[in-house]
C-alpha cells in the first residue's frame, strides 16, 4: 500500500483532503487543523528527520 503513494513501509503521508475541526469551550468558536505536508530528510528510510507542515484556521465566535 505504501508504494503506490511513493512511500516505504511505515512512512507517513499528509492527506490534502482531510482535516480535523476543533470546537473551542464555548462551542461557539471553531478551527480547522489540517497536516499538509510531511517531508523526510531521506524519502527510502522512515528513520530520517522529517518535517510536518501543519495549517490551523480559527473561526472566532460570534456575539
Not at 482531510?18 to 471553531?30: L, W
Request: charged share 25%.
Amino acid at each position: 500500500m505504501a508504494a503506490p503513494a511513493g512511500l516505504k513501509a511505515h512512512m507517513l503521508k499528509a492527506n490534502p483532503e482531510a482535516a480535523s475541526i476543533i470546537r473551542g469551550n464555548t462551542g461557539k468558536s471553531y478551527a480547522r487543523l489540517h497536516l499538509k505536508d510531511v517531508k523526510y530528510a531521506d524519502n527510502s528510510n522512515r528513520e530520517s528527520l522529517a518535517t510536518w507542515t501543519f495549517e490551523f484556521d480559527i473561526q472566532p465566535a460570534t456575539k
